[in-house]
């Protein structure tokens, strides 16, 4: 039981549930709100899932003169608190079975009767919002000394689809970060000190690098921190060969992006990021 408050207001509703009971609440709030500021004190009951609690609740409310508005799943149990009510009086609501009665006649198909599904996507969806968040936060070596805390890393010579790979990943869930090589500059100490079998090179064709950074200073010649011939091909193939030595060197996975979607590059990280087995108890990827 939860949100448990004194029992002297004028009316009562108990919110009863087999998950969480937050559904089941918003809704109330918000059919109330139509009531102006009613003297109502809401008591939420959540995770109820044997007879004996339902019989207990039932009679509380009983006892109390209070409406109960119930979102129980299993049907069973669901059945046992209508005749309870019935029985002594109780006003209850189901505000799930009539909706899964007509669904499941629409779809032609029976409900799955587990509790908390609901619960379960807005646990997902926060969870994608943190890694999305994350990634920002970790976007072009940004925030080094967290860099532990990343399920992968993407690392490479500027230009080779990391920014889009980490936010792409981590709409899934995926807490990404990614680190710029840059030749002549020493990356991050953190990033060596980095798990390797998370750590991803990004590699990519001379030619095609050379062609993407000068159509990107064409349309952005004012960028900063650039050296003047970042897009000149021997520099180019002065970072390219840096960057695949230092892979090589550290034993990370390589990747060549040329000519690829991000999708298809993300599949191919994913397929080797989720062969390394489960990752800090966290179910990813879905």
Known sequence: MVDKKSKSAERHIFIISDATGETAEKVVEAALSQFGKPNIIITRHKEIRHDAQVIALVEEAAAVGALIVYTIISPPLSALLARRAGRLKVPAIDLM??????????LQRSPLSEPGLLHK?????????EAIDFAVKHDDGQHPQ??????????GVSRTTKTPLSIYLARDGWKVANVPLIYGIEPPAELFSADPKRV??????PQRLAHIRKARLRHMPMLGGLTLDYAEMEYVLKEIAYSKELFARREWRIIDVTGRAVEEIAHEILGHITALG???DRDLGG
């Open 121 to 129: 996507i807005d646990a997902d969806y926060f969870r994608r919002i």
């Open 146 to 155: 967290t860099l532990h805390d990343a399920d992968i890393v993407l690392t």
């Open 278 to 280: 489960p990752l800090k």
């Open 200 to 205: 991803v090179g990004l590699t990519i064709d």
């Open 97 to 106: 079975g009539n909706l899964l009665t007509h669904l499941s006649s629409y």
